[in-house]
């Protein structure tokens, strides 16, 4: 598929690149204030990290503990976290465009517009959608030839990954996205679940009618009888995966699960299996074939 097709095919079915409120449609040639230097904020770790592949010059950067911030913008100000981005710290940058996914849009959105800042809201609930919101922010800043080997590089890849598994029969999986204390079903709407899906798995509760996540009982889980059980966390880790293990041993319904009773229950690493796709899914991917193709190790549920 050429990449010109792949943007076009992805925004037909998902929001890919959303612009509110854009009065310059063409910041390659100047910026809102007439200067030729775009003034542009990324609020998200995986939005930096696409500014950063694109070349793109940020005039702002997320904090984050979880993730490294590239050396281009090492000393680029901070305007807070990903969820809670500073507003004031925001407004004093007088940015073009703040970049953000689309996520968490409902809730960025209006704040956003309150202090009169253009917002564009990237599309990273899956790979397809990173990449076709790559191809957005290409055409948009002037960086086409830049996303073009970005989006070459990832079909190469998936041509590559996808040809390991032919003739394989896909097996059925249920995706569990665990937060301290609790936990809920991830579809394949959900950028884990997108995973699943790229490496040949079968998402159990499909692909939750366009939500990400899904509350649902144990028993509804156990008439799905899925042939394996991937459990990821959506924050502190550490403390999922000891509530995972807890909920599996102390619930008895578990052990009626084919899957527990053979061993096919898989903890996701958080690095690799977060909320929002970053260029780090080929590694994604590379874990999870072993794990849906037989040769995972197993453990104790």
């Given at each position: 598929?050429?990449?010109?097709?792949?943007?076009?095919?992805?925004?037909?079915?998902?929001?890919?690149?959303?612009?509110?409120?854009?009065?310059?449609?063409?910041?390659?040639?100047?910026?809102?204030?007439?200067?030729?230097?775009?003034?542009?904020?990324?609020?998200?770790?995986?939005?930096?990290?696409?500014?950063?592949?694109?070349?793109?010059?940020?005039?702002?950067?997320?904090?984050?503990?979880?993730?490294?911030?590239?050396?281009?913008?090492?000393?680029?100000?901070?305007?807070?976290?990903?969820?809670?981005?500073?507003?004031?710290?925001?407004?004093?940058?007088?940015?073009?465009?703040?970049?953000?996914?689309?996520?968490?849009?409902?809730?960025?959105?209006?704040?956003?517009?309150?202090?009169?800042?253009?917002?564009?809201?990237?599309?990273?609930?899956?790979?397809?959608?990173?990449?076709?919101?790559?191809?957005?922010?290409g055409e948009k800043f002037d960086r086409e030839e830049q996303a073009q080997a970005l989006v070459e590089e990832y079909q190469q890849f998936m041509e590559e990954y996808r040809s390991?598994?032919?003739?394989?029969?896909?097996?059925?999986?249920?995706?569990?996205?665990?937060?301290?204390?609790?936990?809920?079903?991830?579809?394949?709407?959900?950028?884990?679940?997108?995973?699943?899906?790229?490496?040949?798995?079968?998402?159990?509760?499909?692909?939750?009618?366009?939500?990400?996540?899904?509350?649902?009982?144990?028993?509804?889980?156990?008439?799905?009888?899925?042939?394996?059980?991937?459990?990821?966390?959506?924050?502190?880790?550490?403390?999922?995966?000891?509530?995972?293990?807890?909920?599996?041993?102390?619930?008895?319904?578990w052990k009626h699960f084919e899957a527990v009773q053979e061993g096919r229950v898989y903890d996701l690493p958080y690095d690799l299996f977060g909320m929002s796709a970053k260029f780090?899914?080929?590694?994604?991917?590379?874990?999870?074939?072993?794990?849906?193709?037989?040769?995972?190790?197993?453990?104790?549920?």
């Amino acid at each position: 598929m050429k990449p010109r097709r792949l943007l076009s095919l992805c925004l037909a079915g998902m929001l890919a690149l959303s612009a509110i409120g854009c009065v310059n449609q063409h910041p390659e040639q100047t910026a809102d204030d007439g200067s030729d230097q775009v003034r542009i904020v990324a609020t998200s770790p995986a939005a930096v990290d696409i500014c950063d592949k694109l070349e793109l010059d940020l005039v702002g950067v997320c904090s984050s503990t979880l993730s490294t911030i590239p050396e281009r913008y090492q000393d680029v100000t901070t305007v807070g976290t990903a969820m809670s981005p500073d507003l004031e710290i925001l407004k004093s940058l007088n940015p073009d465009y703040v970049i953000s996914p689309n996520s968490l849009q409902s809730d960025l959105q209006p704040k956003y517009a309150s202090i009169e800042v253009n917002s564009l809201f990237l599309n990273l609930r899956s790979v397809e959608g990173m990449y076709a919101s790559i191809e957005g922010l290409g055409e948009k800043f002037d960086r086409e030839e830049q996303a073009q080997a970005l989006v070459e590089e990832y079909q190469q890849f998936m041509e590559e990954y996808r040809s390991q598994n032919e003739g394989k029969e896909s097996p059925t999986v249920l995706v569990l996205m665990g937060l301290p204390g609790s936990y809920i079903v991830a579809t394949e709407s959900s950028y884990v679940g997108n995973l699943v899906k790229l490496a040949g798995g079968v998402n159990v509760y499909g692909d939750g009618d366009g939500q990400e996540f899904l509350t649902a009982n144990t028993e509804d889980m156990k008439t799905k009888e899925p042939d394996i059980i991937l459990r990821a966390a959506h924050a502190l880790p550490e403390d999922v995966v000891e509530m995972f293990q807890d909920e599996f041993e102390t619930n008895d319904i578990w052990k009626h699960f084919e899957a527990v009773q053979e061993g096919r229950v898989y903890d996701l690493p958080y690095d690799l299996f977060g909320m929002s796709a970053k260029f780090n899914y080929p590694d994604a991917l590379e874990e999870l074939q072993p794990l849906l193709y037989g040769e995972g190790i197993k453990q104790n549920p």
